[in-house]
């Protein structure tokens, strides 16, 4: 198997192109794993630009706005390991379960993804194994490593949304995204919601399921990891000093978060 991906991901990936995975911090102590599926916007070489125009490949159809600073600072606050892709979610989207339609998406909002029309199985293959395969393979050696030796691990997916979708204004500065867990959820949005100033989505704008999410659903949900998604909105992290504002309010909320679950005697260690 290693063989053959290894194999496939020649055809995507030339020497000139990243890896997809990028890591920060992987000896942190943290029992918080930190993922960032939309953390770039690069596009292999070999795809050229997709067929789309340079501005839309800075928009957020191609990647979490943002989101690559706050997880990095986060990360660092935290001491947690942080896994992050680099690819645009135009090539692959590494939330979509391969084979889903909005895996490599032919539309994204209004956008036309002229690079992604009459793919052949082979070139669709060839992206899950150069990018898709190595990102999750990461994130699960990862998990087991660390189930192996006994380290305490909750899974937090990062990401972020648009301010406007489809016309449609969004209230919401941050929200979780979740479905099985019950545990870190309910601690999470009572944490949020203790800000005054924020306007918390619960399950909003997105929620998670199996059909329309992976990272939750294969390692965080099927492992029993306690786990939650989090959103937050564009506009608020589009520089750096919103992206550091919001790492120092997670950092925090986050710390008492561990301090709750290791109350709650759901962190050993
Ligand atoms: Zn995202």
């Not at 979740?178 to 959820?185: F, G, S």
Request: charged content about 25%; aromatic content about 6%.
């Amino acid at each position: 198997m290693a063989l053959d991906s290894e194999g496939d991901t020649s055809l995507l990936l030339g020497t000139t192109d990243v890896p997809p995975v990028r890591e920060e911090n992987t000896a942190g102590r943290s029992p918080f794993l930190l993922t960032c599926d939309h953390y770039g916007r690069l596009i292999p070489r070999v795809l050229g630009d997709l067929g789309v125009p340079a501005g839309e490949l800075t928009r957020h159809i191609a990647w979490d706005i943002g989101i690559a600073g706050v997880a990095e600072a986060l990360s660092d606050h935290l001491d947690a390991h942080l896994i992050a892709q680099r690819y645009s979610r135009l090539v692959i989207d590494c939330n979509r379960p391969p084979g889903a339609a909005s895996s490599i998406p032919l539309i994204s909002e209004a956008t036309i993804i002229p690079g992604n029309e009459g793919l052949e199985r082979d070139a669709a293959e060839a992206r899950r194994h150069g990018i898709f395969d190595p990102y999750h393979r990461r994130i699960r050696e990862v998990i087991e490593q660390r189930l192996r030796k006994g380290v305490p691990t909750v899974l937090v997916s990062l990401h972020s949304f648009t301010p406007v979708y489809a016309g449609v204004i969004r209230p919401w500065h941050i929200g979780t995204l979740y479905h099985r867990d019950t545990r870190l959820p309910p601690l999470l949005l009572k944490l949020l919601r203790a800000e005054s100033d924020l306007v918390v989505g619960d399950n909003e704008p997105y929620a998670v399921s199996d059909e329309t999410d992976y990272t939750i659903p294969i390692h965080g949900e099927a492992r029993g990891l306690m786990n939650s998604g989090i959103e937050i909105r564009q506009d608020l992290i589009v520089d750096q000093s919103g992206q550091m504002q919001w790492a120092d309010r997670l950092a925090r909320v986050f710390a008492e978060i561990e301090t709750a679950l290791r109350a709650q005697r759901l962190l050993s260690a």
